[in-house]
């Protein structure tokens, strides 16, 4: 977002005759925090034979939960879209009263750890609740369903999309929402217009932090929804089942089906705000 | 026609603004740095609720505080402004951000817009790319080439040379003339103001001082106050009491008595300014004043006398008030 | 047994190694916060415990993915499974017989009350549980050792009270080797989910009813899988898994040895830790049934401070 | 950080005749998506009698999980504003080549499922690792210590706080860090004293979200770091042992004992952004 | 002393600028809007990098691309900007702004200028609740009490009237005088720059055309392009070749002999401007040209004729060069 008229310089360019140590040690030491980041990610490249993975991939049944994690994370994330937008909008607007009461509640929700989200659902959706009750009159069940899969989903990525959603918006400088409504713009079309566009890079944080919550989503999912089974239960059954030599594939399954969608979402967010940057 | 009657509270004093501008009428705003002008303007915009007030355009209630109370937002409102900021959308490219309000009615053909500000090789280009009176351009263009109802106009040559502030102005008149248009423009460039005004309304401290033909005000200030607002930078103390208003274009060297009163001073500085010369006199009337007078040519020498003549100067009371009689 | 103080070797003054368990996931609680502490405590070996199904342990260590130098296991094929390479003996000393839990909300509460009591025939119970819209909760069969034991305790009581043919099939709802009933939670959810009044009653290991204090009905110890007498009958119990393999009736029963010769001597004092006459209370505190311990395999090679807490 | 000059209109003051209607179903849809939200945190409140909490938290050892929790996410907090805040500093600024290299990295980092992080830490810094070796040799170890814990929690929650950072730091108007440095700030002061207070609102999000994950670690934290409890394990293993009646009144302290530092840096960065609303 | 050379890739064309500033000058850039000012003063302060240059301040060298090459970051350099756009600190109130650049040398009396600048009543405001003029007297405080080396000021005049105007002009020329720092000041009103600077350079697509004393440039400019962006808006073609260039402010009314060519020509159109009027006359020399003329009064009616004598103008060859001989 910023307007800044300078052209993008190079690191060396940048960095004046004093400068250039300090910049190639600035870099160094965040290329060490990064690949310490990484390490896990390395860890387990290093241990994959190529053997393993290609045995425990071609086992039977292990193409059918990469497919339910990605149509059960699909659906969630389109499901916080829908829903959690629009809150988030409203609250970065200060459209509600008492916006504090609105964060603090989100706050919360965000400190419920997955599992204990898991066990509260049973108390809220399940079978034999009124919510269950009603669920059932329509023939849908909270509980080993598809349905009771997404609604895990759900709620242990909702409070990362609507806070990050809420920042991102607040990010957007007001005056140029106030220019699109002069020029004639409803909300709508300005949300679409100005407002999507220049909270891009903090929406895309928020779809790729929830995206990433609900297709490796596990303590909620594996007390409503044991099956059908998605890549983490899949991880973790075969680790229960058959160890990890045969689990581990399975994680790097999942870091490249899931991989693509924020990668992909950044780099819309990059092009929406027009930097164009390496 | 575009009515207004609105009280808004501001950080140390309340703008208090009760004027119409009719169809097709152009009306330059007037004041100096805070007086309430971008307030005012953006109050009929709608960005800032008055505390209470009334704003109709055309048969249409843009706001109304009193029952039965009303409120159109922005984007119904049809209102269009120029905003100090430019705030052009840093994503889009110019051309982008120049059709940006156009809709269904096209209210002007962009080709010629876009030649007569000269921006006609911009419109790829990145508003991070432009420059300041670019930017600024670009944002004048945007605005006219989207269709409004009114046009407000918010310091609209910033950034721009005497050139392109003309060209604007032209195009702004021929806009607001073809769409008949009520239009309001805030400047700090009295010709520029008078150049695009029919009308103008001088503002101080929230409070609209005078309100009249732009000429009028400036050749006789309702009041001191105005006067030092529309250019009268010095005043002459008169021996039978009350003050002259002294503007440095209505004051010609030399005594020419048959065009108005001749004064004797003492020139103290002396400097070029624009084209002419400036020099300030320090004139031996009873309480001492200066005054800044306009020359062709390089004035006398510091220290030396001369004579200048004032044409037609407006005569305030002791309360600063303007009164009937001029000074000759 | 002696008392573990005894067995700590005053050879060694600083213990030095550390006591690196692989267990089957259902002693985790129990080695974790009970045994693991405690052993530490008594012994100053540090522990390290790690729980997951005894399979897949057993295949973590063939494979060499994991080395921990004590493995605990529930039932001696995956410990046998590792011989002769890594071990060659196991000492087993605790059973934990299948129950039936339930919840006292239930609207069969009664019901189950009746059986638990004894007033109705054990009998009743199975075809209780085909009472459609009974909500049963079990595990996973192709993942959990219990989910596998439930259903061959159900085939055991299929033929020991002379059931119906369609009995087993009408109470899984399911075929025995699927994992996606909607009967089947994970291990960690099916008791809580008892608890929360979604089920009416459910598998359960004879520990957790007790430690959770849950209502449970005890099955007779010719189908409850929990007397190692009874093994040969227990075999008679077979059904196919998801994966191909069989899956056949056996005790459930825990079985303990040392794995390769990493940190030997704190592996060997842990294995006579839990066989201590303190280790055993403690395991019969979490609910598990004592079995007087005994060693399978080469006797000789337990090791000698093993072979003294059996003795 | 919105240069709106627009004094915060209250809601109703705000609809117009027209719009009111419109308004108040939005407060209102909101109003329903967040306490949807919310529902797992209602349900726990109904759900806990209060003779329930009392009886779970005066049980002996009940208070040592919440101090060990509280110092484990102190302490990751720490690490990562330490570490993190410097990379995502770099990156936001374009400071290092590739950025988009280092950007996958993370957002493959941060699609880790937490159980896996944990296995592969085992492969990482266990024992018999040279990292695990190296670390013994400084008697430090990085299974069942604090240290473990806090390894386990830094990982799990690196990734959000990184991301969410660089998100915050590149929400910031470039102009206003050249304005410092125009008036003499170091780099190091400048962000100081614009960055930071500048980014507030998206750091406090990227705080609160990383302070979440760490203080309800669990899946990479029940790998390598059984002991010592902090309250996740708590619940766990209350759940195990006695239940879930037992186990829940944790979830609540969790809730309690979480929840004040978000709202802290919440209110930080509505103050450092001059924000001042309701 | 300021010494630069430098060599900037703009979108569309180079700017190229080679000039001296001494230590104690006041230099102002002039030209059109888009013309690289601003690039030259970014790249100065190290905003922006040249392709190619050199610069220097004092003894030190700020930027050398050549070997051994330098570039000092901006916070090194100690070159206050004022840039067009005032960048306050929004989460700052406007004293914590006006402090903000304060290093432990005091490089001013804040309440001084405070005073000066009318920001009294505004120190515990936010930026969002000033007015656009007092954001930009705030953002040129803030930079005079900061302590640099030299002083680029960017259109100071953004949003400010004419005597908010003056009294910031006198604060910078007391500063730099007082400090005795090289200034550059880009401004689009010619008697501001005037009033402000010693020395002027006229830039147009990245270009020096003319750099000298203002009004030396004001009354020769070298060239018709020069012409041009000083102020003259007409040019008059000569039958014996080359062009006038015509200034309104050095156009008298009426036949003056004496003072320069007298022309005829018939009034078109008449408006008026400032505290004078403006006429646009036809002239009837041989290609037909248009000139405005100022007059004290009301300009003769549109479509009567009259005379002006044209004070000294510019004339210019085919090449729009000005010629040596001035067309007494
Ligand atoms: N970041 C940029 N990258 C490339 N070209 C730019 C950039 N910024 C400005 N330009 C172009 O460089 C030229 C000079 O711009 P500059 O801002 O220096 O003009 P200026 O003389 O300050 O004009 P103004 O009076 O309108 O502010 C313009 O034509 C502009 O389009
Ligand atoms: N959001 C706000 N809240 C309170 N007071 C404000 C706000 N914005 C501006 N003011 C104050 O209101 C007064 C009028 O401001 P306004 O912006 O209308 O002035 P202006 O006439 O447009 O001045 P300028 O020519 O400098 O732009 C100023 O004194 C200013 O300090
Ligand atoms: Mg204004
Ligand atoms: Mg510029």
Request: overall charge neutral; aromatic content about 6%.
């Amino acid at each position: 977002m910023s307007g800044l008229p300078v052209a993008a310089p190079t690191l060396l360019e940048r960095a004046g005759r004093a400068g250039r140590a300090g910049s190639l040690l600035a870099v160094l030491a965040a290329g060490l925090i990064w690949v310490a980041l990484l390490a896990p990610i390395i860890a387990l490249l290093l241990h994959l034979s190529p053997s393993s993975i290609v045995s425990s991939l071609t086992a039977s049944g292990a193409f059918a939960p990469t497919v339910i994690s990605l149509e059960a994370s699909g659906t969630t994330v389109g499901v916080l879209i829908l829903a959690g937008t629009p809150l988030a909008w409203l609250l970065a607007h200060d459209r509600l009263p008492l916006p504090r009461l609105w964060e603090a509640g989100l706050l919360a929700s965000l400190l419920l750890p997955p599992l204990v989200i898991g066990l509260l659902l049973i108390f809220m959706v399940g079978p034999l609740t009124p919510i269950g009750a009603a669920l059932s009159v329509i023939h849908l069940s909270a509980s080993n369903t598809f349905f009771a899969l997404v609604v895990a989903e759900v709620y242990e990525s909702a409070p990362y999309y609507v806070l990050g959603a809420l920042t991102a918006f607040r990010s957007v400088d007001g005056r140029l929402e106030e220019q699109a409504a002069i020029l004639g713009d409803r909300p709508g079309r300005a949300f679409l217009r100005v407002t999507l566009p220049l909270a891009a890079g903090g929406l895309a944080m928020a779809l790729a932090t929830a995206w990433a919550r609900s297709i490796g989503a596990f303590g909620a999912v594996i007390i409503i929804a044991y099956h059908p089974f998605g890549l983490p239960l899949q991880i973790w059954t075969t680790l229960q089942e058959t160890g990890l030599a045969s689990a581990l594939p399975f994680a790097l399954v999942l870091l490249v089906v899931a991989l693509p969608l924020p990668l992909l979402v950044y780099g819309w967010s990059a092009r929406a705000q027009g930097r164009d940057r390496g | 026609m575009l009515r207004v009657a609105i009280e808004v509270e501001r950080r140390r004093f309340q703008v208090a603004a009760d004027f119409e501008v009719a169809a097709g009428e152009r009306m330059s705003l007037f004041g100096p740095s805070g007086s309430g002008k971008t307030t005012i303007l953006e109050t009929i915009t709608g960005l800032v609720r008055p505390r209470t007030g009334e704003i109709r355009l055309g048969d249409r209630i843009l706001l109304r505080t009193a029952a039965p109370a009303m409120d159109l937002p922005v984007w119904r409102r049809r209102v269009g402004l120029l905003r100090q900021n430019p705030a052009l959308f840093p994503h889009l490219s110019v051309d982008q951000n120049l059709t940006y309000g156009q809709g269904r009615r096209r209210a002007q053909d962009p080709e010629e817009l876009i030649r007569r500000l000269e921006l006609g090789d911009l419109g790829r280009a990145r508003p991070a790319q432009l420059s300041g009176g670019q930017a600024h351009r670009v944002a004048a263009a945007r605005l006219l080439l989207a269709d409004h109802d009114a046009l407000f106009l918010d310091e609209p040559y910033t950034g721009l040379d005497r050139r392109l502030a003309r060209l604007l102005t032209d195009l702004i008149r021929d806009t607001a003339e073809r769409r008949h248009l009520p239009t309001v423009m805030v400047t700090h460039e009295l010709p520029e103001a008078q150049a695009f005004a029919d009308t103008m309304a001088v503002l101080d401290e929230g409070r609209v001082l005078q309100r009249g033909h732009a000429s009028e005000i400036v050749r006789r200030p309702a009041s001191r106050r105005v006067a030092e607002l529309v250019g009268y930078v010095d005043f002459l103390g008169l021996p039978e009491g009350g003050t002259l208003g002294l503007h440095p274009d209505r004051i010609r060297p030399g005594a020419s008595p048959g065009l108005g009163r001749v004064l004797r001073g003492t020139v103290r500085r002396r400097r070029p300014s624009g084209a002419v010369w400036e020099a300030d006199l320090e004139v031996a009337s009873s309480p001492t004043a200066t005054l800044t007078c306009r020359f062709d040519d390089v004035p006398p020498d510091p220290g030396a006398d001369c004579e200048v003549t004032l044409l037609d100067p407006p005569r305030f009371d002791r309360d600063g008030k303007l009164t009937a009689e001029t000074a000759r | 047994g002696g008392s573990p103080a005894a067995t700590k070797p005053k050879s060694t003054p600083k213990p030095s190694g550390t006591a690196n368990v692989a267990y089957a996931a259902s002693l985790e609680n129990l080695n974790e916060k009970v045994i693991g502490p405690d052993f530490t405590k008594k012994t100053g070996y540090p522990y390290q415990g790690r729980g997951a199904g005894s399979k897949a342990v057993s295949a973590d260590i063939a494979s060499g993915e994991i080395s921990p130098n004590v493995f605990e296991s529930v039932g001696g094929k995956p410990i046998e499974a590792l011989e002769p390479k890594f071990t060659s003996w196991y000492v087993q000393f605790a059973a934990s017989p299948i129950v039936l839990a339930y919840n006292p909300q239930s609207q069969y509460a009664s019901q189950f009350e009746a059986i638990a009591k004894g007033t109705k025939p054990i009998s009743s119970l199975f075809s209780l549980l085909e009472t459609p819209g009974l909500k049963l909760g079990r595990t996973d069969p192709n993942v959990d050792p219990q989910g596998a034991a439930f259903i061959e305790m159900l085939m055991l009581a299929q033929q020991t009270y002379n059931l119906p043919s369609d009995t087993v099939q009408n109470i899984l709802g399911a075929p025995a080797s699927s994992s996606s009933s909607p009967e089947i939670f994970d291990e960690a959810a099916v008791l809580p989910r008892l608890q929360a009044g979604q089920l009416d009653c459910s598998s359960a290991y004879l520990s957790e009813a007790v430690q959770l204090h849950l209502k449970y009905i005890s099955l007779p110890a010719s189908i409850n899988l929990g007397d190692p007498s009874k093994a040969a009958d227990y075999a008679k119990a077979t059904f196919t898994l998801a994966s191909g393999e069989a899956a056949t009736g056996a005790p459930a029963v825990i079985d303990i040895t040392t794995i390769g010769t990493t940190d030997k001597a704190a592996a060997d004092a842990f294995v006579a830790y839990v066989l201590s006459s303190k280790g055993l209370a403690l395991h019969k505190q979490g609910g598990y049934s004592l079995l007087k311990p005994k060693i399978f395999g080469k006797k000789s090679a337990a090791p000698a401070a093993v072979r003294k807490e059996i003795s």
